[in-house]
């Protein structure tokens, strides 16, 4: 039996289903966390374990979050969890259909209930955003939708971010550890570290040339085992490089190490180590924009290049606020050979990728802008808070 939390905190429950592996799960996650940050005894639902345990690695649940499988119409715990509490809100990710037992709930406690929907800059997600949808039992569900503007939902962001960055760019022993932890060579490379995490695709190996081409020794971390793959697909490194977790090859000017999953709340520190990050999801693409640092993103590919909207909307945003603008051209080619909408010669992707590493400090600048731009606006919960105060106020 679950027991009411004894200083009476409100319920919230949140369900998410698993689409792209870490995205779904991880925006989920990290908004489980933010929501007990913020005062919530916080139930979630979700129906891919391993996914889950990888983003926790092994760390324990923290004591105000509880964690049940789901599976359609079967959420186990759930008599456990209303009987404990009854719910103040409750959140469907990304569109997830609700269990009839959960909607029941709902209908009886008058909870808010939100649909929380993939981040977007498009202009219709901000005039959607907040608005309310009236189900065929009269019941209103409102749709939350993140964003980049004051008038969008906001970001997922804890208490004191800025301040946990600034300490640990600060702590040399806590940059050493996390070096030697995903075992990172020590000795940095002459010009540049980058953090690779993506989708499987034949354009790394074309990146890898492009690299090479420039002349000048840098560095790539390879999150996972995606580009790995590619890479040895491509034949761009033997098929008996880059396997474990902490292997080597040097690729002529390019040394490539492989990186094993990094944990969310670990997540951070690499970012902040790295001089530049290419990243996949939703949520790692969120903390590399707070973290300031040049960016290029893997977006979650859709049906009839939906994604090219979304990628094109986000980058305007986040050009008209960037200081500078000649890195913005060779950066917007690259994106979209990335993401399938363009493609690029191998003279272009040279010149591209040339043009942006010799302009690193000038990009560097613009992302910071960018950076302070999202810093000075109110986190995604706080939003929700501000909307309906009372809901944190419900017991």
Same mark, same amino acid.
């Given at each position: 039996?679950?027991a009411?939390?004894?200083?009476?905190?409100?319920?919230?429950?949140?369900?998410?289903r698993?689409?792209?592996?870490?995205?779904?799960?991880?925006?989920?996650?990290?908004?489980?966390?933010?929501?007990?940050?913020?005062?919530? $005894?916080? &139930?979630?639902?979700?129906?891919?374990?391993?996914?889950?345990?990888?983003?926790?690695?092994?760390?324990?649940?923290? @004591?105000?979050?509880?964690?049940?499988?789901?599976?359609?119409?079967?959420?186990?715990? *759930?008599?456990?969890?209303?009987a &404990?509490?009854? @719910?103040?809100?409750?959140?469907?990710?990304?569109g997830?259909?609700? @269990?009839?037992?959960v909607l029941?709930?709902?209908?009886?406690?008058?909870?808010?209930w939100?649909?929380?929907? !993939?981040?977007?800059a498009? =202009?219709?997600?901000?005039?959607?955003?907040?608005?309310?949808?009236?189900? /065929?039992?009269?019941t209103?569900? !409102?749709?939350?939708?993140?964003?980049?503007?004051? %008038?969008?939902?906001?970001?997922?962001?804890?208490?004191?971010?800025? %301040?946990?960055r600034?300490?640990?760019? #600060?702590?040399? &022993?806590? #940059?050493?550890?996390?070096?030697?932890?995903l075992?990172?060579?020590?000795?940095?490379?002459?010009?540049?570290?980058?953090?690779f995490?993506? !989708?499987?695709?034949?354009?790394? /190996?074309?990146? *890898?040339a492009?690299?090479?081409?420039?002349?000048?020794?840098? %560095?790539?971390?390879?999150?996972?085992?995606?580009?790995?793959d590619?890479l040895?697909r491509?034949?761009?490194?033997?098929?008996?490089?880059?396997?474990?977790?902490? =292997?080597?090859?040097?690729?002529?000017?390019?040394?490539?190490?492989r990186?094993?999953?990094?944990p969310?709340?670990?997540?951070?520190?690499?970012?902040?180590?790295?001089?530049?990050?290419?990243?996949?999801?939703?949520?790692s693409?969120?903390?590399?924009?707070?973290?300031?640092k040049p960016?290029?993103?893997?977006?979650? @590919? $859709?049906?009839e290049?939906?994604?090219? =909207?979304?990628?094109? /909307?986000?980058?305007?945003?986040?050009?008209?606020?960037?200081?500078?603008?000649?890195?913005?051209a060779?950066?917007? $080619?690259?994106s979209?050979?990335?993401?399938g909408i363009?493609?690029?010669?191998?003279?272009?992707?040279?010149?591209?990728?040339?043009a942006?590493?010799?302009?690193?400090p000038?990009?560097?600048?613009?992302?910071?802008?960018?950076?302070?731009?999202?810093?000075?606006? &109110?986190?995604?919960?706080?939003?929700?808070?501000?909307r309906w105060?009372?809901?944190?106020?419900?017991?």
């Amino acid at each position: 039996m679950i027991a009411a939390h004894p200083v009476r905190r409100p319920a919230a429950w949140l369900f998410c289903r698993v689409i792209d592996n870490y995205g779904d799960i991880g925006v989920a996650w990290r908004l489980t966390c933010r929501l007990a940050e913020a005062g919530f $005894q916080v &139930a979630l639902w979700h129906d891919h374990p391993p996914s889950l345990a990888a983003l926790l690695g092994g760390q324990p649940l923290p @004591p105000d979050i509880r964690v049940h499988a789901w599976q359609g119409d079967n959420a186990a715990g *759930l008599a456990e969890e209303a009987a &404990a509490a009854v @719910p103040a809100l409750v959140v469907e990710t990304f569109g997830c259909d609700l @269990p009839d037992a959960v909607l029941a709930h709902v209908r009886r406690s008058g909870a808010l209930w939100l649909n929380w929907e !993939y981040l977007s800059a498009e =202009d219709w997600a901000e005039a959607m955003h907040g608005k309310p949808s009236l189900q /065929a039992d009269g019941t209103d569900k !409102y749709f939350w939708l993140m964003g980049f503007s004051a %008038e969008s939902g906001g970001l997922l962001r804890e208490n004191a971010y800025a %301040e946990r960055r600034q300490a640990f760019l #600060q702590d040399a &022993a806590a #940059q050493t550890a996390v070096y030697r932890a995903l075992r990172l060579p020590e000795t940095p490379p002459a010009a540049c570290r980058w953090l690779f995490f993506g !989708y499987d695709s034949p354009v790394w /190996a074309e990146w *890898l040339a492009a690299w090479q081409a420039w002349g000048q020794a840098a %560095e790539w971390w390879l999150a996972g085992h995606q580009i790995a793959d590619s890479l040895r697909r491509s034949g761009a490194v033997p098929e008996h490089a880059l396997r474990q977790a902490g =292997d080597v090859w040097q690729a002529g000017t390019v040394r490539l190490v492989r990186v094993d999953f990094v944990p969310q709340n670990e997540f951070d520190k690499v970012l902040w180590l790295a001089d530049g990050v290419t990243v996949r999801g939703e949520d790692s693409f969120v903390r590399a924009q707070l973290a300031g640092k040049p960016l290029l993103w893997h977006i979650y @590919p $859709q049906a009839e290049m939906a994604h090219a =909207d979304k990628l094109h /909307a986000f980058w305007q945003k986040m050009y008209a606020r960037s200081a500078g603008v000649a890195w913005q051209a060779p950066h917007q $080619q690259l994106s979209d050979e990335l993401n399938g909408i363009h493609g690029l010669s191998e003279e272009q992707r040279i010149a591209a990728w040339s043009a942006l590493l010799n302009r690193l400090p000038e990009w560097r600048q613009g992302t910071a802008a960018w950076q302070q731009h999202l810093l000075a606006q &109110a986190d995604a919960v706080s939003r929700l808070l501000q909307r309906w105060p009372l809901v944190r106020q419900a017991t």
